[in-house]
């Protein structure tokens, strides 16, 4: 085994990982990557890292010159090649063919397009990745002649929230090119090679970055976390609970981060100060403790190669909560607002010891949902807005097959929103297409 001294894995002569003879590459997992893979292992019957990116395309897209360019992306990016590795092992293979074709599926023909198109996408969540021969599921489904809906299940070792913005931007460029007939664009940067170079910036013993770190060590575990089965074996399976900010809730929000202590640099770090707060008042609760210590995630791509790098880049790292007992909402804000700055300073490329990363049992997650465009196509992702109103999405204030129905009430067209979608539309928003960008993002999780 050996990688190259460009980050570019050998190639190495072995029996291929779907068990036919083959040339495969060998290459080093990143220490992120070991963390999940090994996750993975203590927990095989569990689809903790099978990630899905949803997105819908707004426009007519060539699905054989879709599929060729999903291909052309999979040969030319080895790390969407890889497979699993063995059980302890610190490097992974790399497949020299394409794992797998983009599927291209047509349900606008069935009788009930809506129905076809939602099994399809629940066959495909709910179906495990063999990542012994590939780490992604992709297909692509037309659902009119104007809409489409490409979603791509991939497992998290290679990947990572902001990895989907890449994603779509990389395909988007190809795709284009081959629709022109022209030569495909130029080759992004190798995630091997990125990876270590961010390794090769490690902070040098003293650093204050090290310093840092070495002070949030200490781990907490959470009552809350986990539990015993009636075998004595730890289990983690848990009810998810999803909140949707209705428009009352996003507007509160907006005006929130327009003031002191809630303001900060950029509206997204005023909003993570927030759910930050929310998180340290509700954890302090449940655990009664004034000390706390969380995972927040860094993108970990300080540079401009880094965020054009298909790759899994991700990286958790530990952030201090304090309560005091006279702690208004403000001033446990405005401590975190120091912490957070803190944090952004010192979460340098290449500081990723496993004893900073690991053994956190809570986490803070914030996610920018705005993906722009494929191919000159207005795209969105879709996270948790309802499969009825995301499929049947009009824009309108008269679709009564929507807001006539009580589980769609925190919907764009649900009853409590139809006085929003009235003053959009009185504001001078022409259209649905209109009115759909203006609301995209408009629901979120904590």
Known sequence: MSVAADGNASPDRATGTDGRPGDTAVQKLAPNQQFIWLGQHLAPEIPLYEMPYLFTIHGAVDAAVFAAAFRQLVLETPVLRQVAPDRGSPAVRIRHDCPAECRLLDPATATDSEAALRKIITETLDSRLQTKTCLYDCLLAKVAEDRYVWLLKIHHSVSDAFNGHVLLSALSDIYSSLLRGGEAPSRRP????????????????????????????????????????????????????????????????????????????????????????????????????????????????????????????????????????DDTFETLSARLAVEATGFLKHA????????????????????????????????????????YCWMNFSG???DSRCRNRPEHRNCLNGPQNRSAVKSISASGVPDCRAVRQRWRGRSGNL
Not at 201 to 206: D, K, L, M, S
């Open 190 to 325: 190798k995630f091997a090679a990125e990876q270590q170079d961010g390794q090769s910036t490690r902070p040098p013993a003293g650093n204050t970055a090290q310093a840092w770190w070495s002070e949030r060590s200490e781990r907490h575990r959470y009552r809350f976390y986990g539990g015993m089965t009636e075998a004595g074996k730890l289990h983690y399976r848990h009810r998810r609970a999803v909140v949707s900010l209705s428009d009352n809730d996003n507007l509160a929000l907006r005006t929130m981060i327009q003031r002191a202590p809630f303001r900060q640099l950029t509206p997204s770090l005023s909003y993570f100060n927030i759910f930050a707060t929310v998180l340290a008042a509700f954890l302090h609760r449940i655990e009664d403790t004034p000390d706390l210590m969380v995972g927040v995630t860094s993108h970990n791509r300080p540079t401009k190669s880094h965020r054009q790098t298909i790759g899994l880049f991700m990286r958790l790292l530990p952030f201090r909560m304090h309560i005091e007992p």
């Open 348 to 387: 340098v490329s290449g500081e990723t010891d496993t004893h900073i990363q690991g053994g956190l049992a809570a986490a803070l997650n914030l996610i920018n949902l705005d993906v722009g465009t494929f191919a000159g196509l207005p795209t969105e992702s879709i996270s948790s807005r309802c499969w």
């Open 396 to 398: 309108c204030t008269t």
